[in-house]
């Protein structure tokens, strides 16, 4: 028969050993939930850091239309493209190409004395290797004209989508929500001033 002290010794070195195993426990399910919201970060920050990626390339289609690089602009789009100016009178959204795309803006664009596009209010949603980017938008087109109507300004936003090829972002939809125009709608169609 055991004494009441061996007794109150095993029972705290039996409390000591469950203490160690219980802590021990808790140590695990802290460390599995350190890792899990470790893995959940290094995936928000993936999202961050490719959703960057995504608006520089946004930013760029227009930086480079703007100086006019029209090899960088095709370099911007998928080799097919949904492209959809229809809410700016550029008739009905169809499938084209970089080449297609570029052409028309060379064109439209080449009478202009300066362009200038501002995008912002940026929403990206990534889903692996595509993405959706909504953005605010405006374009002011500026051509010094006999008429002294000098510029027209379209305000509006985009809605683009993105495939990742390779390991670079490309547009393969790109639509313009026109909300209105402004100043001098007829701009590059009257006489350029002297």
Not at 85 to 107: F, N, Q, Y
Not at 126 to 153: M, Q, W
Not at 161 to 168: A, C, E, G, P, T
Request: with cysteine.
């Amino acid at each position: 028969m055991k004494k009441a002290g061996s007794f109150k010794k095993i029972s705290l070195s039996a409390i000591a050993a469950l203490l160690i195993l219980v802590s021990s426990g808790y140590a695990y399910a802290a460390v599995s939930a350190n890792d899990r919201a470790e893995g959940e970060h290094s995936a928000a920050a993936r999202n961050t850091a490719e959703a960057n990626r995504i608006i520089d390339a946004a930013n760029q289609l227009f930086i480079q239309t703007d100086e006019r690089n029209w090899p960088q602009v095709k370099l911007s789009f998928a080799e097919k493209v949904l492209f959809d100016m229809s809410s700016a009178g550029g008739g009905e959204p169809a499938m084209v190409t970089p080449r297609h795309i570029v052409d028309g803006w060379e064109a439209g664009l080449a009478p202009m004395k300066a362009i200038h596009h501002q995008i912002g209010n940026y929403r990206v949603d990534v889903r692996g290797n595509e993405a959706d980017l909504f953005c605010y938008g405006i374009a002011y087109h500026y051509l010094p004209n006999e008429s002294g109507k000098n510029t027209r300004t379209f305000v509006g936003s985009y809605n683009l989508h993105f495939i990742k090829v390779s390991d670079s972002w490309k547009i393969d939809k790109f639509k313009f929500n026109l909300k209105f125009i402004d100043g001098n709608a007829e701009l590059g169609v009257e006489k350029p001033a002297q």
